[in-house]
């Protein structure tokens, strides 16, 4: 038995993306095309561009910049706010792991930059990350 989460970005109580703008996004800025990123998730290219458009349309400003055509075919990248997307749905996910993984504990003391922490309950593997925040440190988390 396992728990799984779902999480998503909304602004002003609508939805910009999940886990498949996420996928979405990453892939446009692996492959620096909307063909190639929608080819290699299974999807169709008009399937990726709807959802692009969507999520520039609820946030108001552009998250991918293209290119057309030329010798060597178009090229599209994230722009900034692509980019910071990106960032804060890896960040978030990162931190939901860390708590699904079982970290608890107190900080003892904070030495310079290393924090010392007593963990009360811990399920780790070697290799296993784990984020440390305050809530502050995070966007507003609604759970619904």
Known sequence: MEVCLRFWIEMNGKSVMGRGGYEILKAIDEFKSISKASKALGMSY???????KRIESVLGEKVVESER???????TELTSTGRKLLKLYDD????????LNGVRGRVERVEGGR???SIER???NVGD???IFKPCDLPRVILK
């Open 122 to 124: 811990c399920v780790f």
């Open 129 to 131: 990350e784990v984020s």
């Open 69 to 75: 055509g030329g010798v060597e075919g178009g090229k």
């Open 46 to 52: 008009r399937f990726v561009w709807n959802y692009i």
């Open 92 to 99: 978030f996910e990162r931190t939901l792991r860390s708590a």
């Open 115 to 117: 924090i010392v922490v």
